[in-house]
């Protein structure tokens, strides 16, 4: 069974439109994130929620609009997509550290978005 | 920033011999952690250490950590062809960090021939 889940895994559209990209995880985890890998990489943060939450957004354009229907979902929404918004984007879910900091992250496999 | 920084940014060796990378970082951490990402995957979680440990093994993987100099390193012993995968070292931003904020790096590209 996939733990962390998302679709679709390749996205091609046109500047302008809306996309939406879907995550689920079956690990029972409270936390979940997306995260956006850039042509040369760079991973980084863009939103996490716990428990339905929001705990961060990493100024990210309001373009991006991250939505969880509960604990075991986080989709992300991206309206009026631009060339720049070209990337990888994971899903991710983490359960937390015992000491109460960030413990393991579990990836999904990425979506793949190019904007033309 | 906190952003780690793998080094060097790109590693190229052969089967059997030991591949060691590195990690630097800017603040204060509670743990720092080492992910392995093959071309097109998802990033795997390696290893996690703790602030105040100085060195974990997990299988041939092994992991030190210099709090003082603000670094880590990765050493894969024995590599095999099917460790090739970029390598990433991960960390938050120690006491009172918000809870899932990692630092990633860019990752070193490791590639293992046969």
């Known amino acids: 069974d996939t733990a962390v889940s998302q679709t679709p895994k390749y996205l091609v559209t046109q500047m302008g439109n809306d996309k939406s990209i879907k995550c689920e995880q079956n690990l029972g985890h409270d936390t979940m994130y997306w995260y956006k890998q850039d042509s040369k990489k760079f991973l980084k943060i863009m939103f996490s929620y716990n428990n339905k939450e929001l705990i961060i957004n990493e100024t990210v354009p309001n373009r991006f609009s991250p939505k969880s229907p509960d604990k075991a979902h986080l989709n992300l929404h991206i309206n009026s997509l631009e060339l720049g918004d070209s990337a990888v984007y994971f899903c991710a879910s983490s359960q937390g550290g015992p000491a109460g900091d960030t413990g393991e992250l579990f990836f999904g496999e990425g979506s793949r978005l190019t904007v033309l | 920033s906190q952003q780690g920084e793998e080094d060097p940014q790109a590693l190229s060796i052969q089967e059997g011999e030991n591949a060691t990378m590195n990690c630097s970082y800017k603040?204060?951490?509670?743990?720092l952690q080492w992910y392995r990402q093959n071309s097109g995957r998802g990033l795997v979680h390696l290893i996690l250490i703790r602030s105040n440990e100085r060195e974990k093994h997990s299988g041939r993987l092994r992991v030190t950590l210099d709090t003082s100099k603000k670094s880590s390193s990765l050493l894969i012993t024995a590599s095999r062809a099917a460790d090739t995968a970029s390598y990433f070292c991960?960390?938050?931003?120690?006491?009172?960090?918000?809870?899932?904020?990692?630092?990633f790096g860019r990752g070193t590209q490791l590639t293992v021939w046969p």
């Open positions: 603040t204060s951490i509670n743990n």
């Open positions: 991960a960390t938050d931003s120690g006491r009172g960090s918000t809870l899932g904020r990692l630092y």
